[in-house]
């Protein structure tokens, strides 16, 4: 029998490559239809701050309803919109004047903010139910699986849109649709609604609240990581254009090269360093981040496609590091039954860095290409300041604690 945990793997990482297709791709979708760089942020904001309201609302219904339910909404519904997507960069991209392209970048944009609803409960839901089958000595492990889905994600969904894309632009979000049904289809009928403590409005009402003094640290080297690699997926398809003077098909395959070595650094960061050296989480965030830091100050200063592949490899490694020891460090801070609510709020913290980040670097990058790069190298250097100041006292988190 299959463990559970691969069966979250699988919900886990499906999502995450539609939303690795979507990034990429919509710098060149948005130019092929003669939409702006700022529009291009607006469908990938508009999807994380639904994500937000997914996260929080359902990662907390999960407590009470149990994870397999919640589990099913996200994905279906994922699904659904994701196939609906395709349908509307087709036609905005074969009939735009059907029914205008403004008609369609609103639809495009609704189409966005429903999705990242249905986002928001999966990796939130998938991490509560990932703690609930471990203990406190494997939860690092654990969180690093879950980190491996977001990583392979991020390799196989660009891989995905770089093999298929060729047929048209919309064909990588129909095929996402389809594998995304089919772990569904898996998950309804494999995945146990097991629960590891009471589910019940009693419980709810009774467990103790997560005390944001307690956790904050941890979600803001997620939340500032987060913004950095979004203004990065973003903006990158805009930059290599510009700066490699390069069509729009062929910045489209680079970007998606450059992010698939990204997505296989950070696999391979989690197996040949994470879950082998097994290092406390404040120790990979401390190496990991100015690791990340270095990879976005080599893309600030330098041109030329090899720097850019030693800058996105760096991005990879540090964020195999840091990424999942923030997650695993949230948390190993609260007991069991607040793995739902914390859950949540890290789910929501990696979103709110995608609402700002878009935005702000396509804002940015309107100005001055090298700016949003910038912006990044701040972000993380403030990151890295954070954790070697105030780190040591607020992560110095052993197994034991877990529970209190």
């Not at 450059?258 to 989690?270: E, F, Y």
């Not at 592949?309 to 195999?320: A, D, M, N, V």
Request: proline share 4%.
């Amino acid at each position: 029998m299959i463990h559970p945990k691969w069966i979250i793997f699988s919900s886990i990482f499906i999502s995450w490559m539609g939303v690795a297709v979507n990034n990429p791709l919509m710098a060149p979708i948005a130019r092929s239809m003669g939409l702006t760089e700022i529009q291009a942020g607006w469908l990938i904001s508009i999807t994380a701050i639904m994500s937000i309201i997914g996260s929080l609302f359902l990662g907390r219904k999960s407590d009470t309803l149990g994870r397999k339910k919640i589990l099913l909404i996200g994905m279906t519904g994922f699904t659904i919109t994701m196939f609906f997507f395709g349908i509307l960069v087709q036609m905005g991209l074969s009939k735009p004047t059907l029914i205008g392209i403004e008609k369609i970048f609103l639809l495009l944009l609704l189409i966005r903010l429903i999705q990242g609803l249905f986002f928001g409960a999966i990796p939130s839901t998938g991490q509560a139910y990932m703690a609930d089958i471990t203990t406190g000595k494997e939860r690092l492990s654990a969180m690093a699986l879950i980190g491996s889905a977001n990583g392979l994600g991020f390799v196989l969904g660009p891989m995905l849109g770089a093999f298929t894309v060729g047929f048209h632009m919309a064909t990588p979000f129909y095929i996402s649709a389809f594998l995304t049904a089919g772990v569904t289809i898996w998950l309804w009928i494999s995945l146990t609604n097991k629960k590891t403590h009471i589910y019940s409005d009693e419980n709810e009402s009774t467990a103790k609240p997560i005390l944001f003094s307690k956790v904050w640290l941890p979600l803001a080297c997620s939340l500032l990581l987060t913004m950095a690699l979004s203004i990065l997926q973003v903006t990158s398809g805009f930059y290599i254009q510009d700066t490699l003077h390069i069509s729009i098909k062929a910045a489209t395959r680079y970007v998606t090269i450059l992010i698939t070595i990204a997505g296989i650094s950070v696999v391979l960061t989690q197996i040949l360093i994470v879950n082998r050296f097994r290092w406390s989480p404040i120790t990979l965030i401390r190496i990991g981040l100015p690791i990340v830091f270095i990879g976005f100050f080599l893309i600030s200063i330098t041109y030329g496609i090899f720097y850019l592949i030693i800058s996105f490899l760096l991005i990879g490694i540090g964020t195999g590091m840091a990424l999942p020891a923030s997650m695993s460090a949230a948390s190993l801070m609260v007991d069991k039954t607040q793995q739902g609510k914390i859950a949540g709020m890290i789910t929501a913290a990696n979103a709110a860095g995608s609402i700002i980040a878009p935005l702000l670097g396509t804002y940015l990058y309107h100005f001055y290409p090298q700016s949003p790069y910038y912006t990044c190298v701040i972000l993380l250097m403030g990151a890295s300041l954070l954790i070697w100041t105030v780190g040591r006292k607020k992560l110095n988190i052993s197994s034991s604690e877990v529970g209190k």
